[in-house]
């Protein structure tokens, strides 16, 4: 709690850490993956892992509800037809960040590299899927327990990615053009968010005065995100994203593996 209070009194590092949270609102609006640079910053910030998980929790909460409370309003997502992923995407995330919690510091300081790194590297290189078209076909709510326990649950392990996972998975599985897929993801994100925020409260993982600064930044810039993918443009930005996530990823391996300074 001193660490994060020391952070709070250091105005630079603060800057950062909101400017890092208005950036990775706006990405996370338009195609998930937000989770990649907060993580990354606030590990670079010198917070300890655990609380790294909480407090990026409670931004993120900020941040997919605004978000999938814009794309419920265009009504491009529609909760009756989703409430088995709602569900098991909760419970999901409640056992990973349960999980989470009993890893050893050691673990998730050279865990949490590789699976930003990975995540990107695959967000980055991977196959696209096909973007379907028929917003009124049916939802198959059988695949929505799998993908909801799957994703929630490393939602509530680690997170990054999480959003856009969804984003692909969500496009494979159903026939749903990309925009819905997208408040589908959204929905999700926020579902499993918050579930595992709630963990981390009590465990008393999450700084405060931190995560309701950077919630603040990452609410702004998911609602210019949000209007940015409602009015279709979403694909430039996202590899040169996704590069600066894999510098930053590479940063944290050097110096969590190697003790690089």
Not at 11 to 29: E, H, W
Not at 254 to 259: A, E, K, L, T
């Amino acid at each position: 709690m001193s660490l994060s209070l020391s952070l709070v009194s250091d105005p630079y590092i603060l800057m950062l850490l909101v400017a890092a949270a208005f950036i990775a609102g706006f990405i996370d609006a338009i195609a998930g993956g937000g989770g990649l640079l907060t993580i990354p910053a606030l590990l670079m910030a010198g917070l300890p892992p655990h609380l790294v998980l909480g407090t990026n929790k409670l931004c993120a909460t900020f941040g997919s509800a605004t978000a999938s409370w814009a794309f419920y309003r265009k009504g491009l997502f529609k909760p009756q037809q989703w409430r088995r992923g709602l569900l098991t995407t909760g419970i999901g995330a409640v056992v990973g960040a349960l999980l989470a919690q009993q890893l050893p510091s050691e673990w998730l300081n050279q865990m949490l590299p590789v699976v930003v790194f990975a995540c990107a590297a695959y967000l980055l290189f991977g196959p696209a899927p096909k973007d379907h078209q028929h917003s009124s076909a049916e939802i198959k709510t059988t695949r929505q327990i799998p993908q909801g326990l799957t994703l929630g649950f490393y939602d509530g392990v680690a997170g990054p990615g999480t959003g856009a996972f969804w984003t692909v998975s969500t496009l494979m599985l159903y026939p749903l053009d990309l925009l819905r897929a997208s408040g589908v993801a959204r929905s999700m994100n926020f579902v499993s968010n918050g579930a595992a925020l709630s963990m981390f409260i009590i465990s008393g993982n999450v700084a405060w005065a931190i995560g309701l600064g950077m919630g603040a930044a990452l609410m702004l810039g998911a609602a210019v995100g949000a209007r940015v993918a409602i009015g279709g443009g979403n694909r430039l930005i996202r590899p040169v994203f996704i590069m600066v996530v894999m510098v930053l990823a590479a940063r944290l391996a050097w110096q969590h593996w190697f003790g690089a300074a």
